[in-house]
């Protein structure tokens, strides 16, 4: 599938692009070398994790890198306008404009965050073509208001006149989109426009984007590092390690005969459905019963509904076992994962332990912290806000064998924290470091060992890898694979992202709504889905799409502005 | 039944206009915030008034001493009997929690503030329009405030994090050298105007006053204390010959100088909330997607952080004018106002005036929380934010 | 420590391991040390403070009646030199000053003409600046010394500890006489003397009404905070009626009350102290009860709390210090507030009084016409209160943006 050879201008070229920050800890290069040309028309997937520097190349093509930024002086960006070349580096001021907005747009990854709170969708819709096309305001809102109703959000004369946090996620995102095309770029950037949705949504929304390439043809710079997601719509692939690009080529060459061992990583890190693990020849013995359980917030304030989180679950967690726990945001997965560890108010049910001395918690019995802290750990999604930062790593570990009083002397409490920092694949040197001398990856590892100290027979792990990068993904996957089969330990793990729930996981639940809808073997759930929800997730995890199912090469039409 | 109304028309006027938002309450959200916001202040304005009905109680002495000190200054003798017998005649002699309740009762039936002993008359025919006076006084200052804080603690606030020079090696060096001078200009700009400032916060008050007085002292001006000068003091303000803008000057010779000072002070404070609030909003994401899409310069700044910050700056003029109000009555005593900052100085340190003081600093809180009130109710019908968390719920 | 910052800025090895090991009060000060106006304020202020807490070694004369000039009242500042007609010198020195006899013309008065005694009153022969003009004598000159031995001071003590460190050194003195950099008042006492002793004296009083403040924050603070609910209604109902009441007529009003009773000097001190600060609760109580409510919630408290921790132990170990740094930053902030509190009622005679010498008490002196015509040097005080003041203020600022090292360091 080439690209249609009667562009002979690229639309866009970069050479030896390298990006220098200043920060105060020294200077360091987050771009090195980054070479890219997109034809018209063409959609090139940028993939890389966090620091990889794909998104501040993106910036640097809009000239919005952040002020400690720099580029260095052989670094080369133009644009071609459909007439002639633009050397990017050298805009300045109104001709800014034809970057930002002009002929390039730009997709933000939070909706909710890139649209100004106290100013109406519509209106800043309106703003932009007026700035871009000098249109009236009559035909500028009409204009809008058409893109609304194109990007597919019902109601468009409503919805173009209300506040951002008056619309719902996938609104959002649709209309964000909408404004980046409200002035016709030829080159729309998206960074990684699917990653703050939910499953379903981001199905819609990245089908959305498929239509509007065909409809629009623009070029499409589209940054991710979801490598199922960019399978269904780039024509090429860089990925960016480092800041470096490792690997480069047609979608095809990258994703099935991937050459550098990075891109394999990557790679691995998707679901195999085809390669799951059967399911073991008899459930064990349950660890954790949940009967009937209900889970009510109460009333935040004068004048407002409690809250119902859960209603009625019957769940048996099998001992020694990784039970993934499965459902869109609101569905109340987090809120039961906490009651199991007595952080949410119970309002109906049991929950009941069988550890060797069998703990139960119910709705208006106390719970027992100690015993409870001893068996039953919680793991969180966040690795920032979940290490106290003013406090060593050692002695982030070491607090719940202090608080649980487990330890007769500081030697005893240094042993065994040791012990969890190696187990978890921690430098223990750097048990003296402060949390933020660490990347998200180690926190989490940080997280884990705090998990483990105390030895507990069960852990609640809340999305803990959802914050993580792919390949550091693995890495702590493979962690909790190791903590089962050797220490027994028997783990929930409560994710959104079915891909991390398919490879990991021995049993799976479902919930929406604070219901059970289904559980079931991995194999039983991923592969013959009885309900008709659980159907829906399956279809919408963005699973690499093997060429003969592709898109066929799409006809790449001339824009209206041409 | 007309003297029935007339001595009990403000609780009237309370309840009645309780009454109505309550009716709205019923099918708007906004209005049930609304009714719960007044009363919330109407609390809080029992609150103010019974802390500072029992703080008036550490001044020394009481109004029975005082009318019969005066009574001795006729030539009378004086026993404590009689003392006693004026105390149990005025009622001074009952719990305080009782004589609370009566002056509060008295405040909310008719607005009737109470009893001013040293100057024998009723605590609102003593103050008469002077609160207005300090009224207008604490406003002016703290537009001029604003007017000098907001502009400059949105320069302060956009060039905070810019460098003195333009170092990007790919700028032209012409314009490097054109970017630095600005970029270093409107860092001096900014530098200047927060030590003026802080000056103005260093400087106490009552020195700035009396220094610009003794100026006027030594070039040999007559010196603008006072409202008006002797001139124009018992003139009126409509004369035969119509307005006299006569008096008018002479006014606004005399205003600026309270003005300017107590002015001078919030300022500092003010350019500190302004840019933090700035700097806040700046950094968030919304402003880059708007860069994104082409807008700059002025009108990015203008509508996107500028806007959003003022809400909450806004949200705080009540306590702007409290802390305006605070320094006012020493400022009063330095340049010799007659209004109820002067007063309140008067009745708190010389004549030990409970009941005026007590009204004087009821008054100023409940301008306050009217004002505090006021924002709040506008706010939540101007700016969506608010709105929209008020329609979530009661939401405080 | 600040050279743990300067090798933690400069060397490339090990500085990445230092900033990795810092805490959080490293962090600050690395952040606030970036800072050039903020480390100009600083360095000014730390002067200022150490020449106040040491001010008996910095001043030639000691600053009460004991230490006053009888020969020099209301005499002018003595300029320092260098160079004069006679030459120059490496050591600085001023010159020996002689009073000047008034040459009244009494002879008119000889008839007793009293018209001739109304010109001379009017004359202003008779009033007290007349009567004491000091001429120098310029070829007399007074060597500046230095680590001189003068009058005997207490350097350091603690009562209860019984510690009571004594001397005699002065920084500078004159060879004969006594010197007098800012002049003298009425009495003869040294307001250089005076500015410096009143230097610590105003920063004492605030330090005490910042403790004061700070113990009534926490209390209103953290018990709103932590217990929420009925608790936290009530004590915030209470904060904000307090807090619409402007505060400088509750002072007043307390220190007329204060006026009442019988105090010495040094206990009307903690009085005012005491006062200025217990009636300041209201903003940083209401801060410390939204800190309290949002950290509670943090991730890392609930964490705390799965592993076991006891009640006591998350305040102590997680929340405390949790706020630690943010309530240093407004201590700092809020000294300027409290000092100008205090000059404002020593403005009004409520506040401190004579024998005490505070800023505040000197600055009174402001109102007099006889000083403001006749004595302008002892507006000096005012130019050392303007810098202490900006130095506290622009320190406070750039604390204040140095102040959450954890804010930009996500991601």
Redesign the interface.
């Known amino acids: 599938m080439s690209l249609p050879e009667m562009f002979s201008e690229p639309l866009l070229e970069i050479r030896d692009l390298s990006i220098d920050f200043h920060t105060p800890e020294g200077h360091h290069r987050a771009v090195d070398g980054l070479n890219l040309n997109l034809q018209p028309g063409e959609v090139m997937g940028l993939v890389g994790e966090s620091g990889s520097g794909k998104s501040i190349s993106a910036k640097s093509i809009m000239r919005m890198l952040p002020s400690n930024a720099e580029l260095t002086p052989q670094s080369r960006i133009r644009l071609h306008t459909g007439k002639h070349w633009v050397n990017v580096n050298a805009l300045h001021g109104r001709d800014l404009r034809l970057v930002r907005g002009g002929q390039v747009s730009m997709i933000f990854q939070e909706p909710m965050a890139s649209f100004a709170p106290a100013i109406r969708v519509g209106d800043q819709v309106v703003e932009t073509i007026q700035l871009h096309t000098g249109a009236d305001y009559a035909s500028a809102r009409r204009q809008g208001i058409e893109l609304f109703d194109r990007v597919g959000i019902r109601q468009p004369e409503k919805r173009f006149d209300q506040y951002v946090f008056e619309l719902s996620g996938g609104m959002r995102q649709r209309a964000m989109i909408a404004l980046a095309l409200s002035t016709r770029p030829r080159l729309l950037i998206a960074d990684e426009p699917t990653t703050a949705l939910d499953v379903t949504v981001q199905a819609q929304v990245l089908e959305l984007m498929l239509e509007l390439r065909e409809q629009f043809g623009m070029a499409m710079l589209f940054i991710t590092h979801d490598l199922g997601v960019i399978s269904r719509i780039a024509d090429n692939l860089t990925v960016m390690q480092q800041g470096r690009v490792v690997e480069s080529g047609s979608c095809n060459k990258v994703l099935f005969a991937p050459e550098h061992d990075y891109t394999r990583r990557l790679l691995d890190a998707l679901p195999q459905l085809d390669n799951l693990p059967p399911a073991p020849a008899k459930t064990p013995a349950p660890l954790v019963s949940i009967r009937d359980l209900s889970i009510r917030y109460p009333a935040s304030g004068p004048g407002q509904q409690p809250f119902q989180a859960v209603s009625g679950i019957d769940l048996d967690l099998p001992a020694g076992q990784i039970i993934g726990l499965v459902g869109e945001s609101g569905s109340g997965k987090t809120s039961l994962g906490k009651a199991l560890l007595g952080a949410a108010p119970i309002s109906q049910g049991e929950v009941c332990y069988r550890f060797d001395s069998p703990l139960t918690l119910s709705a208006g019995r106390r719970v027992r912290r100690k015993p409870l802290a001893r068996m039953a750990q919680l793991v969180f999604q966040d690795p920032y806000s979940s290490l106290n930062p003013r406090m060593t790593v050692r002695d982030i570990i070491a607090e719940p064998l202090l608080a649980l009083g487990l330890c007769r002397n500081k030697a005893e409490v240094d042993q065994r924290v040791l012990e969890v920092a190696r187990r978890c694949h921690l430098d223990v040197t750097h048990l003296r470091r402060f949390p933020h001398a660490f990347s998200g990856g180690q926190r989490q590892r940080i997280s884990i060992a705090r998990a483990l100290v105390v030895n507990p027979r069960f852990i609640v792990a809340d999305e803990a890898v959802a914050a993580l990068d792919v390949s550091i993904q693995a890495d702590i996957l493979a962690l909790l694979k190791s903590l089962r089969d050797e220490m027994g330990l028997t783990i929930l793990f409560i994710s959104h992202d079915l891909s991390v729930v398919a490879n990991l996981c021995d049993h799976v639940c479902v919930m929406q709504h604070g219901q059970l809808v289904e559980q079931g073997s991995v194999r039983d759930i991923f592969l013959n889905p009885q309900q008709a929800y659980t159907r829906t997730l399956i279809g919408a995890i963005p699973t690499l799409q093997p060429p003969a199912e592709r898109a066929l090469p799409v006809a790449i039409e001339v824009s209206p502005r041409a | 039944m007309y003297e029935f109304l007339t001595n009990t028309w403000l609780l009237w006027l309370l309840s009645t206009s309780a009454a109505l938002l309550w009716w709205r309450s019923r099918v708007s959200q906004l209005f049930r915030y609304i009714y719960h916001r007044y009363l919330l202040a109407l609390g809080t304005l029992m609150l103010v008034s019974a802390i500072v009905f029992s703080l008036m109680e550490v001044l020394p002495g009481d109004c029975a001493e005082k009318m019969i000190a005066y009574k001795n200054t006729q030539g009378e003798v004086i026993t404590q009997a009689q003392i006693d017998a004026e105390r149990a005649r005025m009622g001074l002699d009952r719990p305080l929690a009782v004589r609370w309740a009566d002056w509060v009762s008295d405040l909310t039936l008719k607005g009737d503030l109470g009893f001013s002993c040293s100057k024998r008359q009723s605590v609102n025919a003593a103050l008469g329009d002077r609160f207005w006076i300090s009224f207008g006084f604490c406003i002016a200052g703290l537009l001029f405030a604003y007017l000098i804080a907001v502009p400059f603690g949105i320069l302060s606030a956009w060039s905070l994090n810019k460098p003195w020079l333009d170092r990007k090696a790919h700028h032209a060096p012409a314009r490097r050298l054109r970017n630095s001078l600005g970029l270093a200009l409107s860092k001096c700009m900014d530098l200047q105007l927060r030590l003026i400032s802080y000056l103005g916060l260093a400087l106490p008050n009552f020195l700035l006053a009396l220094s610009i007085i003794l100026l006027y002292v030594f070039a040999g001006e007559p010196t603008p204390t006072g409202l008006f000068s002797e001139q124009w003091q018992g003139q009126p303000w409509f004369a035969a010959s119509g307005f006299q803008w006569g008096k008018l000057q002479d006014f606004l010779g005399h205003i600026w100088l309270p003005i300017l000072v107590i002015g001078w002070a919030a300022t500092a404070l003010q350019l500190q909330t302004v840019r933090a609030l700035v700097v806040d909003e700046s950094n968030k994401l919304y402003v880059e997607a708007a860069r994104a899409r082409g807008i700059d310069g002025v009108r990015l700044w203008a509508r996107y952080p500028v806007k959003h910050s003022i809400s909450p700056l806004f949200n705080s003029v009540g306590f702007d004018f409290q802390r305006i109000f605070n320094d006012l009555p020493i400022v009063a005593v330095v340049i010799g106002l007659t209004d109820a900052a002067a007063l309140l100085i008067e009745a708190l340190a010389m004549t030990n005036d409970q009941e005026l003081a007590a009204g004087i600093l009821f008054l100023v809180a409940l301008a306050v929380i009217s004002m505090n009130f006021i924002t709040d109710v506008v706010l939540a019908i101007v700016d969506p934010r608010v709105r929209n968390s008020v329609m979530q719920g009661g939401g405080h | 420590m600040i050279s743990l910052i300067s090798r933690l800025h400069r060397r490339?090895q090990d500085?990445?391991e230092q900033?990795?090991?810092?805490?959080?009060f490293a962090?600050i000060r690395?952040?606030f040390l970036?800072n050039t106006?903020g480390v100009i304020a600083g360095t000014l202020l730390s002067a200022l403070v150490l020449i106040g807490f040491f001010a008996p070694f910095f001043s030639p004369n000691a600053p009460g009646i004991e230490g006053a000039n009888p020969d020099y009242r209301r005499g002018a500042p003595q300029a320092v030199r260098f160079c004069d007609a006679n030459g120059c010198s490496l050591r600085p020195f001023t010159y020996t000053y002689v009073r000047e006899t008034p040459k009244l013309d009494l002879s008119s008065l000889a008839g007793g003409d009293l018209s001739a005694l109304d010109a001379l009153t009017a004359s202003g022969g008779l009033n007290a600046s007349a009567q004491s003009r000091y001429v120098e004598q310029t070829d007399q000159r007074r060597y500046l010394q230095f680590w001189v031995s003068g009058w005997e001071y207490s350097l350091f003590s603690i009562d209860w500890l019984g510690i009571d460190i004594r001397s005699d050194i002065h920084l500078f003195g004159v060879e004969q006489g006594q010197i007098h950099l800012f002049g003298t008042d009425e009495d003869g006492k040294d307001v250089f003397s005076r500015t410096l002793h009143a230097i610590w004296v105003t920063i004492s009083i605030a330090v005490v009404a910042l403790i004061v403040k700070l113990i009534t924050s926490l209390l209103v603070g953290g018990i709103s905070g932590y217990f929420g609910g009925r608790v936290d209604a009530v004590l915030m109902?209470?904060t904000?009626?307090?807090?619409?009441?402007?505060?400088?007529?509750?002072y007043?009003?307390?220190a007329?009350?204060l006026s009442?009773i019988e105090l010495t000097p040094v206990q009307r001190y903690f009085a005012i102290a005491v006062m200025i600060g217990a009636l300041d609760f209201t903003t940083l109580g209401r801060r410390l009860r939204t800190h309290i409510l949002t950290e509670r919630n943090?991730?890392?408290v609930?964490?705390?709390?799965?592993?076991?921790?006891?009640t006591g132990?998350i305040i102590w170990?997680?929340l405390v210090?949790?706020f630690s740094s943010y309530i240093i930053v407004d201590t700092l902030i809020n000294f300027?507030y409290v000092i100008?509190a205090e000059?404002?009622l020593s403005?009004?005679g409520?506040g401190l009084t004579e024998p005490v010498n505070s800023l505040g008490v000197l600055?009174q002196k402001?109102?007099d016409p006889d000083i403001?015509q006749n004595m302008v040097w002892q507006f000096a005080p005012?130019g050392v209160?303007?810098l202490l003041?900006?130095a506290f203020?622009?320190v406070g600022?750039a604390l204040?943006d140095a102040a959450d090292?954890?804010s930009e360091?996500?991601?």
């Open positions: 490339g500085r990445s900033y990795f090991t810092a805490g959080q962090l690395a952040r970036r106006t109902a209470i904000e009626a307090v807090r619409v009441i402007p505060p400088i007529p509750i007043l009003a307390c007329v009350a009442q943090q991730d890392y609930l964490a705390a709390r799965l592993s076991g921790a006891s132990r170990r997680h210090p949790s300027p100008l000059t404002s403005f009004l409520l600055l402001a109102q403001q005012v209160f303007v003041i900006m203020v622009f600022d204040r090292p954890y360091r996500r991601r």
